[in-house]
């Protein structure tokens, strides 16, 4: 049972949480209603009044109506700062649809019914692709324990066969890793962790393709100081050079800008670690890349950028569109693809 008198203060916020902002005021007599309404409790003006008085004297920005009425200006999370969030869950392909609907929902409540009205797109989230699997947030939560612990996680990783049917990889092989961070990239959650040394000192995995996870208590997580190729590991530095989060080797490489706007993508891309030469009239971009991720990435912008060097990736570019040219029924004699 609520106690009026003691209640009254917390009942009268969440009425100006619900329904003031800053284009929209609220009477007394409008906060009085919907109290009895939903609470089934009666005040007087009077107790309104010093509600609101002392929730001012508690750094609550509540102001007046230039034709009276009150609103409750300050929230937990500004319109702007809403609308960025939800964006993010929007396009979010990490997360399924319904607990992204969920998720904003819960944060849109920090804004006023009026303010929520701008959200409504949230609910086609069902329909774009993204992830099925309902253990993004619990494998989140297990591996920050892990690395709160110190201790390293294990699952097993789901791919598909040739009929597209969900299957486990390497036949259920379990993987156990030593879990250092987890990272968004390109819609989907990743985990950069140590696998196996002999291999490559780094390892990536998509979060929502792990199952069946849990914290190997008899497993200290390897120090990175102490991983052979990983001891200076700069996790912005990796961010900035694998594109793609593949996993290999990362080189050198120089680019041909071929358009004048390309210079805006390779900022999106790269941002002031690109650097520009011009030399004989032409203009090149030196960058450091993941060779796999630059490989793709050419691809992706070949009308814009054409690979100057390193010469194998050169090579390996040629050798590919060659085949897919002999693929489509192309052919240009004895000249190269690029």
């Known amino acids: ?3 009026g008198k003691k209640s009254s203060i917390l009942l009268v916020l969440e009425i100006l949480k619900e329904y003031s902002d800053e284009d929209h005021f609220v009477t007394q ?6 109290i009895d309404s939903r609470y089934g409790l009666t005040f007087e003006r009077k107790s309104i009044a010093a509600s609101i008085s002392l ?3 508690l750094d609550y920005e509540i102001v007046k109506g230039p034709r009276g009425g009150y609103a409750l200006i300050s929230r ?3 319109p702007t700062e809403v ?3 939800t964006d993010a869950l929007f396009s979010s392909r990490a997360i399924p649809g319904k607990e992204a609907a969920d998720l904003s929902k819960r944060i849109q409540s920090t804004l006023s019914v009026h303010q929520r009205a701008n959200y409504n797109y949230i609910y086609k989230t069902p329909q774009i692709n993204r992830t099925e699997s309902k253990e993004v947030f619990w494998a989140i939560d297990t591996m920050h324990e892990g690395i709160k612990r110190g201790k390293r996680i294990s699952f097993q990783y789901k791919s598909y066969d040739e009929h597209g049917k969900e299957t486990l990889r390497n036949g259920g092989h379990r993987y156990i890793v030593s879990p250092y961070y987890l990272v968004s990239n390109n819609g ?3 985990l950069i962790c140590n696998y196996r040394e002999k291999y490559r000192p780094i390892n990536v995995f998509r979060v929502d393709c792990m199952t069946n996870l ?3 208590e008899e497993w200290p997580i390897k120090p990175l100081s102490s991983i052979k190729g990983a001891e200076d590991f700069d996790i912005a530095k990796y961010m900035n050079e694998h594109l793609y989060m593949l996993g290999g080797e990362t080189v050198d490489a120089t680019l041909r800008i071929d358009q004048p706007w390309a210079i805006q993508r390779l900022r999106d891309w790269f941002g002031n670690k ?3 030469i011009e030399k004989d009239g032409v203009l090149r971009a030196k960058i450091r890349c993941n060779e796999d991720s630059l490989f793709f990435w050419i691809l992706q912008y070949g009308d814009e950028f054409t690979l100057l060097e390193p010469e194998p990736l050169v090579q390996r570019l040629r050798e590919h569109l060659k085949k897919q040219n002999e693929k489509y029924g192309v052919s240009y004699g004895t000249e190269e693809p690029i």
């Open 1 to 3: 049972m609520l106690d």
């Open 274 to 276: 690109a650097r520009l």
């Open 214 to 216: 849990q914290i190997e």
């Open 29 to 34: 007599q409008f906060i009085i209603d919907k």
């Open 188 to 190: 989907f959650y990743y």
């Open 76 to 78: 937990l999370f500004d």
């Open 83 to 85: 609308q960025f969030v």
């Open 55 to 57: 929730l001012q004297e």
